[in-house]
């Protein structure tokens, strides 16, 4: 028997589509370009936008006889055993390669931006507290993992990460984002792309783009970024993932930007993607956002103008389960309304990605091998080292943190002794099984009242709710002052409760008015502080909150996003001294609870000034966190003059005068004097985390090109200018340690796709110090 040319592996993958779409009816085509979300709920709550509304009925037997191209979510639906889970994904793709003429399995997609979102999966930190981290080398590891663990039960596409910048804190997706900086942003989220792509994992770079621009920080409101803020802010992190980290898929957002919904249009999906970036994967629909084009954009009359609408701009594949893209879509084809071309064009896509995944072989085996452990020792292992890695100390004035050993504490909050506490809106306990309440956790979450209890065993520790996370009820505040009046410091324990579509203080839909803390979590604080007993806040949050209200009237104060199943451990070993906090601010802290939309990116009339009476300035700036030891930084910095395709090495050496290890985050900010348009009045463009042992020092250098520097200029642009500019090293955005001075000679240069992105960095070990 002769076999089929698409069925050859020595063919390249474009000769094997090339042939298998030549054999392929307009039927067989159109199938590969939907998803089928088997057991979707229709009734009560969604875990997507418009759920009940949106999902069409189908039937199964008859729909896979023509193929499919996904399957949304058969881990991330309801609970199920991850090992017959497996099985029965193995089974069900066993039916859909018979039911068809080619015997083609369907690629099988689940979300994992915070660990695979399986019941018994390991939910680690959120992507808020990767970076807090400032650790692209153990984010990758964690991609890395999830990346084993998805392809372990037969998941062939991952739905991370968020590329999403951080334009306005009250957005309630903000503990899904990375930060308020594109170039922390790209540098995470492109090494978390490398370790889930490293696992075999297709990794889709969402939201594609301008999702966290949303205007009044409302989920899915209009964008109304100018054209240098999109260039410049939002697009970097996806450019940088997909040139630095390999990503083969991409998400089209559900927002529209100065009125042209992101997934019908062909000026992002194509030109700029493709045309200019040369990306050649798949860009798939977030979920139901084709059918939004006609249901909330009304750009499309019907589900067939949606299609054609997407269809044209680039959007391939549509998510979660089929409607536009099935019935009406072959219809419209049919009668010359779409080219059957534009289903050609994103078949190829499909079926090239399914030919690099092994899903054209024809010994493929979706069976699984090996003993599935979703949350295994390792697993925990890393989620409890990048946790630890993610806690922020603030503010420490009196060196109240470490707690003694044997002194009396107080823990009071919501969120002491709730495991939910820990995990952001996308973790399954947090997505799903709130829907399942007979059902148990699955995975092991220490609170951190329980963290606390054995992290300090001769210290006795008392415990009071005293509200809930966002009720006004105040009957509580009695016995959390009466615990705390006994003791010997209070530890309060506040912050968020992650959810979906206000059912949570944060999370997709929880958007909230302002940042003050959630319902009456602020007064609880006053009560506890009026007591005059030495009170350390713990934010276990989604998003920052306004601190200024007691600022110099708290012991101490911690911040930790969402940490993870290994959080309360996390937050314990801070508070013990066992962790020597070293996580820095991904987001600025405000000092006040209106006043937004605003991050540290600003120009200088973002800045504060005589011409408001509202002061912007935060209380806790972008990259800021303190530490148990202390760090001694020495640079001749100097300054040089090159040209504007030119380079400069800048470097400092930090050594550890402290007693114990610990850890320093050196930050490069670029400040551009002048220029001919408004630039933010610092950015970050390099960073290193040092590790260092007491007396130990290290020399970073950053290799500086002029390329850093480039901006999108009043005519598109993206352009290198001659001048001064000044290169500062710093602790956080505003706490310089030592500056270089550059001048830029020259023409001015433009630059594109191929500019470069990253600022290298050398780390060499430094001599000891001699007496």
Known sequence: MTTAPWRDPALTAAARVDDLLSRMTLEEKTAQLYGVWVGASTDGDGVAPLQREMTAEYDWDELITHGLGQLTRPFGTAPVDPALGAQALARAQRRIASSGRFGIPALAHEECLAGFTAWQATAYPVPLAWGAAFDPPLVEEMGRHIGRDLRAVGVHQGLAPVLDVVRDPRWGRVEETIGEDPYLV??????????????????????????????????????????????????????????????????????????????????????????????????????????????????????????????????????????????????????????????????????????????LDEDWDPEPTGRIDLDSTANRALARRLAERSVVLLDNPDGVLPLSPDTRIAVVGPRAADALAMLGCYSFPSHVLTHHPDIPMGIEIPTVLEALRGELPDAKVTFAEGCGVDTPDTGGFEEAVARTAEADVCVAVLGDRAGLFGRGTSGEGCDATDLRLPGVQGELLDALVATGVPVVLVLLTGRPYALGRWHGRLA?????????????????????????????????????????????????????????????????????????????????????????????????????????????????????????????????????????????????????????????????????????????????????????RLTLTGPVREVGADRRLRCETEVEPEAEETA
Not at 334 to 340: D, H, M, Q, S, V
Request: with cysteine; net charge negative; glycine share 12%.
């Open 186 to 359: 790209g540098t995470v989220g492109a090494a978390y792309v490398r370790g889930l792509e490293s696992a075999g994992v297709v990794a889709t770079l969402k939201h594609f783009a301008g999702y966290a621009s949303s205007a009044g920080a409302r989920n899915l409101a209009p964008v109304r970024a100018g054209v240098r803020e999109f260039a410049d802010v939002t697009l970097p992190p996806f450019e940088l993932a997909l040139r630095e980290g390999g990503a083969r898929s991409v998400m089209a957002a559900y927002t529209d930007t100065d009125g042209i919904p992101a997934s019908a249009d062909p000026g992002l999906l194509t030109e700029l993607l493709r045309d200019q970036w040369g990306f050649t994967g798949t860009v798939v629909a977030d979920y139901f956002g084709v059918g939004f084009l006609q249901t909330q954009h009304r750009v499309a009359g019907t589900e067939a103008e949606a299609a054609h609408a997407a269809l044209a701009a680039g959007l391939d594949v549509e998510l979660p389960t089929l409607k536009c893209y099935g019935k009406p879509l072959l219809e419209a084809v049919r009668a010359g309304e779409i080219a059957e071309e534009l289903i050609d064009r994103a078949a190829r896509r499909v079926l090239l990605q399914k030919c690099e995944l092994g899903l």
């Open 556 to 740: 101490a104060s911690v911040q930790a996003f969402f940490p993870g199943e290994e959080g309360g451990p996390a937050v314990a070993g801070v508070l013990s001294g066992r962790v020597n906090p070293s996580g820095r601010l991904p987001v600025s802290v405000p000092q006040e609870p209106g006043g937004q939309p605003w991050t540290y990116l600003q120009p200088p009339l973002g800045l504060a000034g005589e011409v408001s009476n509202l002061d912007p300035t935060p209380l806790y700036p972008f990259g800021h966190g303190r530490s148990y030891t202390t760090f001694a930084w020495e640079s001749a910095a100097g300054g040089a003059e090159i040209t504007t395709d030119g380079s400069y090495d800048v470097s400092v050496a930090v050594r550890n005068t402290g007693d114990r290890a610990g850890a320093e985050v050196v930050q490069l900010y670029l400040h551009d004097p002048v220029a001919t348009v408004t630039r933010p009045d610092v950015r970050l463009i390099g960073y290193q985390r040092l590790e260092l042992a007491p007396g130990e020092a290290s020399r970073v250098t950053f290799r500086f090109h002029a390329d850093h520097s480039a901006f999108t200029d009043r005519t598109g642009r993206r352009v290198v200018e001659p001048g001064a500019l000044e290169l500062r090293l710093a602790a956080s955005s505003t706490d310089v340690r030592h500056t270089a």
